[in-house]
């Protein structure tokens, strides 16, 4: 039973369409994130929610915009996809800011391609 | 700027022998170091841990040892195994209002000979 799971696993599109990747966990955990992994590698967090509320927003355009509809999902829609988009989107969930730390639980990724 | 560095993209070991990956941060607001393990087409596992205030930890094979004063950790993996073959993240966690921030390095991806 996968702890935390994102559909679709891959995704190939065409410029200046419109997408969403979808996450859930069933950890029971509090916070989630997004993170995108680009062509260097760096693992680079865009959004982080607790309990619904987004905690972390780090200098992502708004072409992207993440949706909680409860706590074990966080969805990416990400609007007019440009090329520099492509990249692989990881999800991940953690306890939460009661936790002593920040262990988190990653899904598969989606690669993203953008042509 | 990066605040987590991996300065090794990659390093091949023999099996049997010991692996030691570094990484070095520049914020010493940092409360938490966490390595993490990524295998082709998979996310990243959590692997071990070490708090701020200690200096060493260890689980199994694994060991992390912390030099704050040089804001420095290291992975050490002893024996290394051909299955420890991936690419090792490490992290850096703080507290935000509403819980942490995490950031990871580049990587290094650790090649074990058999």
């Known amino acids: 039973d996968t702890a935390v799971s994102q559909t679709p696993k891959y995704l190939v599109t065409q410029m200046g369409n419109d997408k969403s990747i979808k996450c859930e966990q069933n950890?029971?955990?509090?916070?989630m994130y997004w993170y995108k992994q680009d062509s260097k590698k760096f693992l680079k967090i865009m959004f982080s929610?607790?309990?619904?509320?987004?905690?972390i927003n780090e200098t992502v355009p708004n072409r992207f915009s993440p949706k909680s509809p409860d706590k074990a999902h966080l969805n990416l829609h990400i609007n007019s996809l440009e090329l520099g988009d492509s990249a692989v989107y990881f999800c991940?969930?953690?306890?939460?800011?009661?936790?002593?730390?920040?262990?988190?639980?990653f899904g598969p990724g989606t690669r993203l391609t953008v042509l | 700027d990066q605040q987590v560095k991996q300065n090794s993209p990659s390093l091949s070991v023999q099996e049997g022998r010991i692996s030691i990956l570094n990484c070095d941060y520049t914020n010493s607001m940092f409360d938490y170091f966490l390595w993490y393990k990524k295998y082709p087409a998979e996310g990243p596992t959590f692997l071990i841990s070490?708090?701020?205030?200690?200096d060493k930890n260890e689980d199994g094979r694994f060991t992390v040892f912390l030099n704050k004063s040089a804001k420095h950790l290291s992975l050490h993996i002893v024996p290394s195994q051909p299955g420890d073959s991936a690419v090792y993240f490490c992290?850096?966690?703080?507290?935000?209002?509403?819980?942490?921030?995490?950031?990871f390095g580049a990587g290094t991806r650790l090649f074990v000979k058999a």
């Open positions: 929610y607790n309990n619904k509320e987004l905690i």
């Open positions: 991940a969930s953690s306890q939460g800011g009661l936790a002593v730390t920040d262990t988190q639980y």
């Open positions: 070490i708090s701020s205030i200690k």
């Open positions: 950890l029971g955990h509090d916070t």
């Open positions: 992290a850096a966690s703080t507290r935000i209002t509403g819980g942490f921030k995490t950031i």
